[in-house]
DNA sequence: GAGTGTCGTCAAGTATCTTGACTATATGGA
DNA sequence: TCCATATAGTCAAGATACTTGACGACACTC
Protein backbone atom coordinates (compact mmCIF):
# COMPACT_ATOMS: atom_id res chain seq x y z
CA UNK A 1 0.00 0.00 0.00
CA UNK A 2 0.76 3.59 -0.21
CA UNK A 3 2.75 4.98 2.21
CA UNK A 4 5.08 8.07 1.10
CA UNK A 5 2.87 10.46 2.55
CA UNK A 6 3.02 9.45 6.30
CA UNK A 7 -1.05 9.13 6.70
CA UNK A 8 -0.60 5.99 8.95
CA UNK A 9 1.81 7.10 10.98
CA UNK A 10 -0.18 10.73 11.88
CA UNK A 11 -1.89 11.09 14.81
CA UNK A 12 -5.12 12.87 15.99
CA UNK A 13 -4.64 15.81 18.42
CA UNK A 14 -4.53 14.92 22.15
CA UNK A 15 -5.45 18.14 24.87
CA UNK A 16 -7.97 19.15 26.82
CA UNK A 17 -10.47 20.62 24.37
CA UNK A 18 -10.52 17.68 21.65
CA UNK A 19 -10.67 15.24 24.33
CA UNK A 20 -13.70 16.79 25.70
CA UNK A 21 -15.22 17.80 22.42
CA UNK A 22 -14.58 13.86 21.63
CA UNK A 23 -15.86 12.51 24.73
CA UNK A 24 -19.32 15.10 24.49
CA UNK A 25 -19.40 14.16 21.22
CA UNK A 26 -19.35 10.52 21.68
CA UNK A 27 -21.90 10.60 24.71
CA UNK A 28 -24.56 12.54 22.85
CA UNK A 29 -24.29 10.42 19.93
CA UNK A 30 -24.59 7.31 22.16
CA UNK A 31 -27.66 9.03 23.88
CA UNK A 32 -29.31 10.27 21.55
CA UNK A 33 -29.39 7.18 19.08
CA UNK A 34 -30.78 5.33 22.14
CA UNK A 35 -33.60 8.02 22.71
CA UNK A 36 -34.44 7.59 19.04
CA UNK A 37 -34.24 3.94 19.55
CA UNK A 38 -37.14 4.42 22.38
CA UNK A 39 -38.96 6.09 20.12
CA UNK A 40 -38.67 10.00 20.71
CA UNK A 41 -38.01 10.86 16.85
CA UNK A 42 -37.81 14.52 17.66
CA UNK A 43 -34.90 14.10 19.88
CA UNK A 44 -31.77 16.11 18.45
CA UNK A 45 -28.92 17.63 19.85
CA UNK A 46 -30.11 21.13 19.87
CA UNK A 47 -33.24 20.59 21.38
CA UNK A 48 -31.53 18.19 23.75
CA UNK A 49 -29.08 21.31 25.02
CA UNK A 50 -32.22 23.99 25.32
CA UNK A 51 -34.50 20.83 26.87
CA UNK A 52 -31.85 21.11 29.52
CA UNK A 53 -32.50 24.34 31.22
CA UNK A 54 -36.53 23.80 31.48
CA UNK A 55 -36.84 22.11 34.70
CA UNK A 56 -39.15 19.36 35.58
CA UNK A 57 -41.94 22.16 37.14
CA UNK A 58 -41.78 24.38 33.93
CA UNK A 59 -40.04 27.96 33.53
CA UNK A 60 -40.83 31.25 32.28
CA UNK A 61 -39.67 31.27 28.33
CA UNK A 62 -37.65 34.88 29.36
CA UNK A 63 -35.74 32.84 32.25
CA UNK A 64 -34.51 30.16 29.51
CA UNK A 65 -33.60 32.55 27.21
CA UNK A 66 -31.36 34.02 30.36
CA UNK A 67 -29.47 30.54 31.48
CA UNK A 68 -28.90 29.00 27.88
CA UNK A 69 -26.71 31.24 25.87
CA UNK A 70 -28.06 31.62 22.82
CA UNK A 71 -30.44 34.44 21.18
CA UNK A 72 -33.67 34.67 22.11
CA UNK A 73 -34.97 33.84 18.29
CA UNK A 74 -32.86 30.49 18.43
CA UNK A 75 -34.25 29.73 21.94
CA UNK A 76 -37.98 30.58 20.01
CA UNK A 77 -37.53 28.62 17.13
CA UNK A 78 -36.38 25.22 18.79
CA UNK A 79 -39.72 25.75 21.26
CA UNK A 80 -41.47 26.34 18.26
CA UNK A 81 -40.37 22.77 17.18
CA UNK A 82 -40.95 21.11 20.53
CA UNK A 83 -44.22 22.42 20.66
CA UNK A 84 -44.73 21.45 17.32
CA UNK A 85 -43.89 17.70 18.32
CA UNK A 86 -46.46 17.90 20.94
CA UNK A 87 -43.32 17.82 23.74
CA UNK A 88 -43.93 21.10 25.13
CA UNK A 89 -46.85 23.55 25.56
CA UNK A 90 -46.52 27.31 26.11
CA UNK A 91 -49.12 29.26 28.51
CA UNK A 92 -49.59 32.37 28.97
CA UNK A 93 -47.92 33.64 32.44
CA UNK A 94 -51.08 34.76 34.44
CA UNK A 95 -48.55 37.12 36.41
CA UNK A 96 -47.20 39.04 33.42
CA UNK A 97 -49.02 39.77 30.72
CA UNK A 98 -46.15 39.89 28.39
CA UNK A 99 -44.75 36.44 29.57
CA UNK A 100 -45.54 32.94 28.39
CA UNK A 101 -44.66 29.54 30.88
CA UNK A 102 -43.06 26.90 29.03
CA UNK A 103 -44.29 23.31 30.62
CA UNK A 104 -44.04 19.80 29.58
CA UNK A 105 -46.33 17.88 27.99
CA UNK A 106 -47.40 14.36 29.33
CA UNK A 107 -44.82 13.49 26.30
CA UNK A 108 -42.42 15.45 26.91
CA UNK A 109 -42.48 13.85 30.55
CA UNK A 110 -42.67 10.59 29.30
CA UNK A 111 -39.31 11.69 26.88
CA UNK A 112 -36.93 12.81 29.93
CA UNK A 113 -38.04 9.21 32.04
CA UNK A 114 -36.86 7.57 29.27
CA UNK A 115 -33.38 10.09 29.42
CA UNK A 116 -33.09 9.48 32.80
CA UNK A 117 -32.83 5.64 32.16
CA UNK A 118 -30.24 5.85 29.42
CA UNK A 119 -28.18 8.63 30.98
CA UNK A 120 -27.72 6.10 33.73
CA UNK A 121 -27.74 3.10 31.60
CA UNK A 122 -24.57 5.11 29.74
CA UNK A 123 -22.99 6.00 32.78
CA UNK A 124 -22.72 2.17 33.80
CA UNK A 125 -21.19 1.31 30.97
CA UNK A 126 -18.53 4.33 31.76
CA UNK A 127 -17.77 2.69 34.59
CA UNK A 128 -17.77 -0.78 33.66
CA UNK A 129 -14.79 0.49 30.94
CA UNK A 130 -12.99 3.14 33.35
CA UNK A 131 -13.50 1.82 36.56
CA UNK A 132 -15.58 3.63 39.46
CA UNK A 133 -12.77 5.30 40.86
CA UNK A 134 -11.33 7.18 37.41
CA UNK A 135 -14.89 7.75 36.44
CA UNK A 136 -15.68 9.67 39.88
CA UNK A 137 -12.64 11.76 39.27
CA UNK A 138 -13.70 12.47 35.89
CA UNK A 139 -16.66 14.08 37.34
CA UNK A 140 -14.83 15.72 39.94
CA UNK A 141 -12.86 17.16 38.16
CA UNK A 142 -15.77 18.50 35.14
CA UNK A 143 -17.74 19.66 38.53
CA UNK A 144 -14.62 21.75 39.45
CA UNK A 145 -13.60 23.28 36.37
CA UNK A 146 -17.44 24.31 36.17
CA UNK A 147 -16.98 25.81 39.77
CA UNK A 148 -13.85 27.81 38.46
CA UNK A 149 -15.53 29.12 35.50
CA UNK A 150 -18.82 30.30 37.74
CA UNK A 151 -16.08 32.26 40.04
CA UNK A 152 -14.00 33.57 37.11
CA UNK A 153 -17.23 35.59 35.88
CA UNK A 154 -19.98 36.87 37.84
CA UNK A 155 -21.14 33.96 39.96
CA UNK A 156 -23.72 32.41 37.55
CA UNK A 157 -23.55 28.56 37.50
CA UNK A 158 -22.70 28.79 33.86
CA UNK A 159 -21.16 29.68 30.68
CA UNK A 160 -23.32 32.37 30.45
CA UNK A 161 -20.80 35.56 29.77
CA UNK A 162 -22.13 38.62 32.62
CA UNK A 163 -25.62 38.31 31.78
CA UNK A 164 -25.66 42.16 33.43
CA UNK A 165 -22.84 43.57 31.31
CA UNK A 166 -24.57 45.52 28.99
CA UNK A 167 -27.85 45.27 30.65
CA UNK B 1 -39.31 39.37 43.41
CA UNK B 2 -41.93 36.92 42.31
CA UNK B 3 -40.82 33.63 43.61
CA UNK B 4 -43.96 31.35 43.28
CA UNK B 5 -43.12 29.24 40.37
CA UNK B 6 -39.72 27.71 41.96
CA UNK B 7 -37.95 29.02 39.80
CA UNK B 8 -34.83 30.07 42.25
CA UNK B 9 -34.04 26.59 43.64
CA UNK B 10 -34.33 24.80 40.24
CA UNK B 11 -30.78 23.43 39.32
CA UNK B 12 -29.36 22.41 36.37
CA UNK B 13 -28.09 18.52 35.34
CA UNK B 14 -25.36 16.99 36.34
CA UNK B 15 -24.61 14.19 34.78
CA UNK B 16 -21.66 13.40 32.94
CA UNK B 17 -23.05 13.72 28.93
CA UNK B 18 -24.16 17.29 30.56
CA UNK B 19 -20.95 18.09 32.42
CA UNK B 20 -19.02 17.26 29.15
CA UNK B 21 -21.02 19.17 27.05
CA UNK B 22 -20.41 22.16 28.88
CA UNK B 23 -16.76 21.60 29.38
CA UNK B 24 -16.40 21.37 25.86
CA UNK B 25 -18.14 24.25 24.72
CA UNK B 26 -16.38 26.66 27.35
CA UNK B 27 -13.52 25.17 26.14
CA UNK B 28 -14.31 25.71 22.27
CA UNK B 29 -15.94 29.29 23.53
CA UNK B 30 -12.86 30.29 25.04
CA UNK B 31 -10.48 28.82 22.45
CA UNK B 32 -12.21 30.45 19.56
CA UNK B 33 -12.72 34.08 21.05
CA UNK B 34 -8.63 34.04 21.17
CA UNK B 35 -8.68 32.82 17.72
CA UNK B 36 -10.51 35.74 16.92
CA UNK B 37 -8.57 38.03 19.35
CA UNK B 38 -5.56 36.40 17.47
CA UNK B 39 -6.46 37.83 13.87
CA UNK B 40 -8.37 34.92 13.04
CA UNK B 41 -11.32 36.26 12.02
CA UNK B 42 -12.19 32.78 9.79
CA UNK B 43 -12.57 30.43 12.82
CA UNK B 44 -15.42 28.86 13.38
CA UNK B 45 -16.27 25.55 15.40
CA UNK B 46 -17.21 23.95 12.44
CA UNK B 47 -14.12 24.59 11.13
CA UNK B 48 -11.95 23.87 13.71
CA UNK B 49 -13.62 20.78 13.91
CA UNK B 50 -12.47 19.28 10.80
CA UNK B 51 -8.64 21.12 11.06
CA UNK B 52 -7.98 18.79 13.95
CA UNK B 53 -8.13 15.66 11.37
CA UNK B 54 -6.08 17.59 9.13
CA UNK B 55 -2.15 16.53 9.84
CA UNK B 56 0.39 19.01 9.64
CA UNK B 57 1.95 17.68 6.48
CA UNK B 58 -1.61 17.25 4.73
CA UNK B 59 -3.68 14.74 3.67
CA UNK B 60 -6.04 13.26 1.30
CA UNK B 61 -9.72 14.81 0.76
CA UNK B 62 -10.48 11.04 1.22
CA UNK B 63 -8.83 10.14 3.99
CA UNK B 64 -10.40 13.17 5.70
CA UNK B 65 -13.58 12.25 4.86
CA UNK B 66 -13.19 8.61 6.91
CA UNK B 67 -11.69 9.92 9.54
CA UNK B 68 -14.00 12.62 10.48
CA UNK B 69 -17.76 11.87 11.36
CA UNK B 70 -19.49 13.61 8.73
CA UNK B 71 -20.43 13.44 4.88
CA UNK B 72 -18.15 13.76 2.25
CA UNK B 73 -20.14 16.77 1.61
CA UNK B 74 -19.98 18.29 4.59
CA UNK B 75 -16.03 17.69 4.67
CA UNK B 76 -16.47 19.49 1.36
CA UNK B 77 -18.02 22.21 1.96
CA UNK B 78 -15.66 22.92 4.84
CA UNK B 79 -12.62 22.62 2.36
CA UNK B 80 -14.06 25.17 0.14
CA UNK B 81 -14.48 27.70 2.84
CA UNK B 82 -11.43 27.10 4.53
CA UNK B 83 -9.77 27.38 0.52
CA UNK B 84 -11.64 30.48 -0.07
CA UNK B 85 -10.10 31.90 3.16
CA UNK B 86 -6.85 30.94 2.16
CA UNK B 87 -6.00 28.87 4.80
CA UNK B 88 -5.83 25.73 2.72
CA UNK B 89 -5.16 24.27 -0.61
CA UNK B 90 -5.99 21.63 -2.94
CA UNK B 91 -3.98 20.14 -5.05
CA UNK B 92 -4.67 17.25 -7.73
CA UNK B 93 -3.09 14.04 -6.32
CA UNK B 94 0.32 13.07 -8.26
CA UNK B 95 -0.53 9.47 -7.15
CA UNK B 96 -4.18 8.92 -8.17
CA UNK B 97 -5.95 11.21 -10.81
CA UNK B 98 -9.29 11.29 -8.87
CA UNK B 99 -8.05 12.06 -5.86
CA UNK B 100 -6.90 15.82 -4.17
CA UNK B 101 -4.19 16.37 -1.27
CA UNK B 102 -5.18 19.10 1.19
CA UNK B 103 -2.39 20.94 2.57
CA UNK B 104 -2.12 23.93 4.89
CA UNK B 105 -1.10 27.63 3.68
CA UNK B 106 1.55 29.44 4.96
CA UNK B 107 -1.51 31.14 6.39
CA UNK B 108 -2.86 28.00 8.03
CA UNK B 109 0.17 27.15 9.44
CA UNK B 110 0.87 31.04 11.41
CA UNK B 111 -3.12 29.83 12.86
CA UNK B 112 -1.85 26.45 13.83
CA UNK B 113 1.26 27.70 15.80
CA UNK B 114 -1.44 30.13 17.30
CA UNK B 115 -3.52 27.59 18.01
CA UNK B 116 -0.81 25.29 19.84
CA UNK B 117 -0.02 28.26 22.28
CA UNK B 118 -3.49 29.44 23.15
CA UNK B 119 -3.98 25.89 24.06
CA UNK B 120 -1.01 25.57 26.50
CA UNK B 121 -2.52 28.64 27.76
CA UNK B 122 -6.05 27.92 28.32
CA UNK B 123 -4.49 24.67 29.59
CA UNK B 124 -2.93 26.21 32.41
CA UNK B 125 -6.06 28.64 33.21
CA UNK B 126 -7.60 24.93 34.06
CA UNK B 127 -4.10 23.72 35.87
CA UNK B 128 -4.33 26.90 37.86
CA UNK B 129 -8.23 26.38 38.79
CA UNK B 130 -8.38 22.75 39.65
CA UNK B 131 -4.73 21.54 40.49
CA UNK B 132 -2.12 19.68 38.31
CA UNK B 133 -3.44 16.66 40.01
CA UNK B 134 -6.68 16.84 39.01
CA UNK B 135 -6.37 18.48 35.85
CA UNK B 136 -3.85 15.01 34.75
CA UNK B 137 -6.79 12.45 36.23
CA UNK B 138 -9.10 14.21 34.18
CA UNK B 139 -6.84 13.71 30.69
CA UNK B 140 -6.51 10.42 31.75
CA UNK B 141 -10.29 8.99 32.44
CA UNK B 142 -10.78 10.90 29.08
CA UNK B 143 -8.36 8.71 27.14
CA UNK B 144 -8.85 5.50 29.44
CA UNK B 145 -12.79 6.37 27.94
CA UNK B 146 -11.46 6.90 24.13
CA UNK B 147 -9.59 3.89 24.12
CA UNK B 148 -12.57 2.01 26.03
CA UNK B 149 -14.46 3.43 22.78
CA UNK B 150 -12.17 2.16 20.27
CA UNK B 151 -11.99 -1.07 21.21
CA UNK B 152 -16.22 -1.59 21.68
CA UNK B 153 -16.17 -0.96 18.03
CA UNK B 154 -13.92 -2.08 15.70
CA UNK B 155 -10.83 -0.72 16.16
CA UNK B 156 -10.22 2.61 14.85
CA UNK B 157 -9.28 5.36 16.75
CA UNK B 158 -12.56 7.09 16.68
CA UNK B 159 -16.19 7.25 17.06
CA UNK B 160 -16.30 6.70 13.41
CA UNK B 161 -19.19 4.19 13.54
CA UNK B 162 -17.47 0.73 12.08
CA UNK B 163 -16.15 2.72 8.78
CA UNK B 164 -16.66 -1.18 6.88
CA UNK B 165 -19.68 -2.22 7.96
CA UNK B 166 -22.34 -1.18 4.78
CA UNK B 167 -18.62 -0.58 2.04
C1' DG C 1 -11.65 -2.51 -23.10
C1' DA C 2 -15.80 -3.51 -20.05
C1' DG C 3 -17.61 -3.60 -15.59
C1' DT C 4 -17.39 -1.99 -11.09
C1' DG C 5 -16.04 0.84 -7.43
C1' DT C 6 -13.81 5.06 -5.48
C1' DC C 7 -12.99 10.29 -5.48
C1' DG C 8 -14.63 14.39 -5.83
C1' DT C 9 -18.38 17.71 -7.37
C1' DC C 10 -22.98 19.86 -8.21
C1' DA C 11 -27.57 20.83 -6.66
C1' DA C 12 -31.14 21.20 -3.52
C1' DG C 13 -33.17 20.91 1.04
C1' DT C 14 -33.19 20.96 6.32
C1' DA C 15 -31.72 22.52 10.87
C1' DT C 16 -29.66 25.74 13.70
C1' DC C 17 -28.54 30.17 14.91
C1' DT C 18 -27.92 35.36 14.07
C1' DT C 19 -29.23 40.37 13.39
C1' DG C 20 -32.77 43.76 12.90
C1' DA C 21 -37.30 45.53 13.30
C1' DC C 22 -41.67 45.38 15.49
C1' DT C 23 -45.95 44.74 18.95
C1' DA C 24 -47.75 44.38 23.43
C1' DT C 25 -47.38 44.76 28.15
C1' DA C 26 -45.17 46.49 32.51
C1' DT C 27 -43.10 49.89 35.42
C1' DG C 28 -41.76 54.20 37.40
C1' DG C 29 -42.37 58.79 37.80
C1' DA C 30 -44.18 63.73 36.50
C1' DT D 1 -53.61 59.69 34.66
C1' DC D 2 -50.26 59.87 31.16
C1' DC D 3 -45.80 59.35 29.30
C1' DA D 4 -41.08 57.43 28.84
C1' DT D 5 -38.59 53.60 28.99
C1' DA D 6 -37.64 48.79 29.53
C1' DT D 7 -38.95 43.96 29.02
C1' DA D 8 -41.32 39.65 26.76
C1' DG D 9 -42.21 37.70 22.82
C1' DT D 10 -42.79 37.60 17.61
C1' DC D 11 -41.83 38.14 12.55
C1' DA D 12 -38.68 38.16 8.74
C1' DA D 13 -34.52 37.45 6.41
C1' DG D 14 -30.04 35.64 6.01
C1' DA D 15 -25.70 32.90 7.26
C1' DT D 16 -23.69 28.54 8.48
C1' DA D 17 -23.50 23.69 8.97
C1' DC D 18 -24.94 19.53 7.47
C1' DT D 19 -27.80 15.92 4.68
C1' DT D 20 -29.45 13.14 0.65
C1' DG D 21 -29.32 12.24 -4.25
C1' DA D 22 -27.30 12.36 -8.66
C1' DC D 23 -23.43 12.67 -11.46
C1' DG D 24 -18.72 12.76 -14.07
C1' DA D 25 -13.89 11.31 -13.98
C1' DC D 26 -10.59 8.20 -13.06
C1' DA D 27 -8.65 3.50 -11.17
C1' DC D 28 -8.56 -1.32 -10.85
C1' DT D 29 -9.63 -6.06 -12.21
C1' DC D 30 -10.57 -9.33 -15.34
Chains 1, 2 share one sequence.
Not at 30 to 58: D, K, N, Q
Amino acid sequence: MVKELDEKSETLPDHVGWRLWQASRAWHAEFAAAMRAAGHAWFTEARAGLLGYIPRGGTRQSALIERSATSKQAVQQLLDGLEAEGVLERLPDPRDGRGKLVRYTRKGLDALQDGDRIKLEIEHGYVARIGRERFDTLMDALRALDRGRSEASGEAGNLRDRPSEAK
